[in-house]
């Protein structure tokens, strides 16, 4: 998930991590934005599926939970 919205945000293209959230107020031209961006971060998410290296490919530290629930 972190190397995911990591390659969407790098294309202009931010999601909160529980999902995807799109409304009326989004137009096409940016419904085939995130289209793009999420197809772009998909590839390069399955090589690093397909090569093990997820980790080496984050500039940064992975997606954790702040809160846990109880």
């Given at each position: 998930?972190s190397?995911?919205?990591?390659?969407?945000a790098?294309?202009?293209?931010?999601?909160?991590f529980?999902?995807f959230?799109?409304?009326?107020s989004?137009s096409?031209?940016?419904?085939?934005?995130?289209?793009?961006?999420c197809?772009?971060?998909?590839?390069?998410l399955?090589?690093?599926?397909?090569?093990?290296?997820?980790g080496e490919?984050?500039?940064?530290?992975?997606?954790?939970?702040?809160?846990?629930r109880?």
């Amino acid at each position: 998930m972190s190397l995911f919205l990591q390659e969407t945000a790098r294309r202009g293209v931010i999601f909160h991590f529980a999902g995807f959230n799109i409304s009326f107020s989004h137009s096409e031209a940016d419904i085939d934005e995130t289209l793009s961006a999420c197809e772009a971060a998909l590839r390069i998410l399955a090589d690093a599926l397909g090569d093990g290296r997820i980790g080496e490919r984050l500039a940064g530290k992975p997606y954790q939970e702040a809160f846990r629930r109880s």
